[in-house]
């Protein structure tokens, strides 16, 4: 068997199975063996799909089937992956919203680079003005409508996802993604929790400001 190497960005790309979702895929190979229909994809070297099967195949000595991706670049292989793990798996919205906002950094990396492009054919800051009729206009990239329409989710949706799992409130974000809260009410206790803090601070620098300072010149004149 072909011997595979795990890189941690790719392993923790997609939302690991939870333990009884991992009991189970791991009862069926034990009892059933590998499916060799499905192998675990590498690309060179490195496992991009089927970690949790290789770890059970492993920890079993149960014989597993190896295919090879072609993609030149990582970018493209972490594309592929969420292709396939949000076909396959049956992912909440937020639990969707959680696998795309991992490929957010290579989609902004897109919109920076298009730019560029832009400013550099059409003199984006000068006098010059975009060509009307190109062939192959340079178009900007809108991030989070991307990212939305990949996890198959509304625009707005998708924003108030995103602030969620992005705030440090780990609570609101255990509850969201359990499906306890659902997206607009955990979006909505978001911002009220932000507009206490806000509140707070500014309370608390009307009660810290020092009072004026009088001048030495001043207090001598009034003692006179």
Partial sequence: MKELKIDPELRDLLPPLTDDEYKQLEKNIVENGFDKNFPIMEWHGFIVDGHNRFSICKKHNIEYVVGTLGYETKDEVMQWMLDIQLGRRNLSPIQR?????????????????NLIIAGNNYGIGQDKKPLPNLVNPITSVDTTKKLSKLAGVSKETYRMGAKVLNSDNEELKGRVLSGETSISAGYKEL???KKKEQS??????EYNIEPPTTSSSTIQSSQK
């Fill in 191 to 193: 911002q009220n929790e």
């Fill in 200 to 205: 707070y601070d500014n309370q608390s620098r």
């Fill in 97 to 113: 919203i959680a696998v795309t906002e991992k490929y957010r950094p290579i989609y902004e990396k897109q919109a920076k680079e």
